[in-house]
């Protein structure tokens, strides 16, 4: 007489049993939803709750704070992380219920697709939906592939860019902007104000003058930039526009079809409009090539740099203003 395996009949006599590998893929896609699998609805339901209101009241308060200051990378690791340890809890906790659930287990009236959908939908398309207005309308991290930006912004950084600086004021000297370029709408910018409506914009021998003036330069050191796949030499300075105070890379390349010319000018930028530079100065396409900007073009302005670790900073720390 044939003896069947006591899984293939646990199998085949309840096929309503929990299986831990379901509790677990249900916990990862949304916190809670493994217990609320397992029959747990009040905890799964509490701990989609606390999960979700802790992830948007810090992604708010980030916000909000990233307008001036930019949020320290000690509090991004340690809010982030809870997140991270809450989601891993919950799938380990989910596992073992779904372990110690009979294998009769009678199914409750939310344990069907339709309520999962919806519990999905509730919980996690309206994070996601908040996720996506942030990214609308607040703010929105951007990859830096290019060292247009450099020393400032190297490629390879992550970025912030809070994208309600410029719903009530205008932009400053030394703001780091982001745009679309003019030239193709689907590619985003990042470079930085130097002259604003009225102004009269010139540079001589690599040196940039605004309103016939030579903006002040203090010589950092020498220093290396790879640019297209080779090392660039030049030297770093600290450029004082107004206020504002930033570094600057000047590189010894000679002229080529990628490297701007060490002069252009004068041009005077029209009103409600800004004229934009990148750091890395005779290696950046911008206002020489497709000219000065509307204000209303700005999309944003890039406040932090959150990636690699040792480079996190808010911009305003990194270019040595008050």
Known sequence: MKIERQEDIQEKDYPNRRRPWVAV??????????????GSIVNGLVLMLIVIMFSSLWMFGMVIDKV???IPMAVFLTMWGFVLLATI??????Y??????????????????????????????GTFGFIAMIKMNLFEAFYVPVNSMAPTIMAGDRTFASKVSYKYNSPQYGDVVLFENPEDRKMSFIKRVVALGGDTVEIKD?????NGKVLERELIGPA?????EQEVKGEVFWEHNKDSKYRVFISDSTPGPKVQ???FGPV????????VLGDNRRHSLDSRNFGSLSIGALKGKLTQIYWPLHRSASLEARQGQP
């Open 261 to 263: 010319e060490i002069n």
């Open 68 to 70: 001036r200051h930019g």
């Open 89 to 94: 809890v919950a799938a380990i906790d989910a």
């Open 224 to 228: 290396a930039c790879p640019i297209d």
């Open 96 to 125: 073992y219920r779904a372990r110690r659930t009979r294998y009769d287990y009678k199914l409750k009236d939310y344990n069907n697709l339709e309520v999962y959908l919806v519990l999905f939908w509730m919980c996690g398309a």
């Open 206 to 210: 690599g040196q940039l003058l605004i």
């Open 25 to 38: 893929f249900l916990s990862l896609l949304m916190p809670g939803m493994g217990q609320i699998y397992c």
């Open 268 to 275: 005077t930028v029209p009103a409600y409009h800004c004229f």
